[in-house]
């Protein structure tokens, strides 16, 4: 049974990437007015009225025992398959096929990082949060640190804020809110979505990849850090560090889907050797 999950907001509606990229991509997130634009408003005001301190906390405890499902990492990139999405603008064929296309554009250009190629395979199996009910506003678009006020390059950031109660509270309420300054990524509440299931359950299941690829998992959809150039108040040098392998992994995230779907049955074996590499068995998720 396929589950309409909707457009991934973050993929659809991008009023912050650099203009000049932008002019050559304009094939992609061409749909900022009318009805999608609307759908993905409606997204973002549930999101930012509804992810506080308390909801994300509740979520870590929710799935953080990763006691959902068994199984390995192949098999939940085909569950991805039961994610199509026939409302998105960009994308008709199934979600595995973003996987390989994401982890092809990075192994042409980067071949000698195998680690990054399965990244592009992994980026989105947090995604299956869907399968498990969960709502969209919960899994996919923009993140952003909750416990803090909301800076300006977080999506709809002066109209979809009134509504959430840690808004009001004065402990959250300041730029710097419950954080200390530059106290480290590490030490920042997401809100919740696939990026922060995925990084968690990666953890859990002690990947064996380098902190690159966990940073790239962990941040690629916060857009107002690696592309709006917020929140640095919160950021280690370490984290600093780390933003221009968030920022290279996103141009291949945003810009490797196109209408010439790979070969996923001979692209398997490759990606399931670095799977048996850094990831292997039977995992919790």
Request: charged share 20%.
């Amino acid at each position: 049974m396929k589950v309409d999950m909707g457009p991934d907001p973050s993929l659809v509606y991008r009023p912050d990437v650099d203009p000049e990229l932008a002019k050559s991509k304009d094939s992609f997130r061409n749909y900022t007015a009318g009805p999608l634009l609307d759908r993905v408003f409606t997204t973002y005001k549930l999101m930012h009225t509804h992810q506080t301190v308390d909801f994300v906390n509740r979520k870590h405890i929710q799935f953080g025992g990763f006691s959902h499902k068994k199984m390995t990492v192949m098999e939940a990139v085909n569950m991805l398959d039961d994610l199509v999405d026939e409302s998105d603008p960009d994308v008709d064929f199934p979600n595995s096929f973003h996987a390989f296309q994401t982890a092809e554009g990075i192994r042409k250009a980067h071949p000698d990082k195998d680690w990054f190629h399965l990244v592009g395979l992994l980026h989105d199996l947090g995604k299956i949060l869907v399968l498990w009910g969960e709502p969209q506003w919960a899994v996919v678009g923009d993140t952003f640190p909750v416990g803090c006020r909301p800076q300006a390059s977080v999506v709809f950031c002066d109209s979809t804020f009134q509504d959430n109660p840690d808004l009001q509270d004065p402990r959250y309420n300041t730029e710097l809110g419950m954080y200390r300054a530059y106290c480290g990524l590490e030490n920042v509440l997401m809100s919740w979505g696939h990026d922060e299931y995925l990084y968690q359950m990666m953890k859990f299941n002690k990947f064996s990849l380098p902190p690159e690829a966990f940073y790239m998992i962990r941040f690629h959809s916060f857009y107002p850090w690696h592309t709006g150039g917020d929140y640095l108040q919160l950021c280690s040098q370490q984290d600093l560090d780390m933003l221009p392998w968030v920022q290279e992994f996103n141009k291949f995230d945003l810009y490797t889907k196109s209408p010439e779907l790979p070969d996923v049955d001979s692209l398997q074996p490759y990606y399931q050797g670095l799977i048996d590499k850094y990831c292997p068995g039977i995992l919790s998720w």
